[in-house]
């Protein structure tokens, strides 16, 4: 099993940075895939950035490509989201996912069957 734990969230103003991070404990060998979602209030959640492992493929929103950048380091277990020219619509509460499945789409939320607590981040 592995537990996700993010950190980093908070209040930015519009045109500000966050980096998100998240830090995973237990099987973590057995993560090939990193991913971060958002969900807004009344929304769905959204798959927002991927990073396949074995070989480093990136995927991104279209809402978010050019101003977010997903990462991962192996050793310190860990993700980021680093997320610069933030707007408004960024807002939302932030998940990290990690899976272990050999197959799924990278910004499908099924394709994940570990999830952290999730992190508020709020542009105003």
């Known amino acids: 099993h592995v537990q996700l734990v993010e950190s980093g969230g908070g209040s930015v103003q519009v045109g500000g940075s966050l980096r998100l991070s998240c830090t995973a404990s237990?099987?973590?060998?057995?993560?090939?895939?990193w991913a971060w979602f958002r969900q807004a209030p009344g929304k769905e959640r959204e798959g927002v950035a991927h990073?396949?492992?074995?070989?480093?493929?990136?995927r991104y929103a279209e809402t978010v490509r050019g101003r977010f950048t997903i990462s991962q380091d192996n050793a310190k277990k860990t993700a980021y989201l680093q997320m610069n020219s933030l707007k408004l619509e960024d807002t939302a509460m932030y998940y990290c996912?990690?899976?272990?499945?050999?197959?799924?789409?990278?910004?499908?939320?099924?394709?994940?069957?570990?999830w952290g607590q999730g992190t508020q981040v709020t542009v105003s």
């Open positions: 990073i396949y492992v074995p070989d480093g493929t990136l």
């Open positions: 996912a990690a899976s272990s499945r050999l197959t799924g789409l990278s910004l499908t939320p099924g394709t994940y069957n570990y």
């Open positions: 237990g099987s973590v060998d057995l993560i090939n895939k």
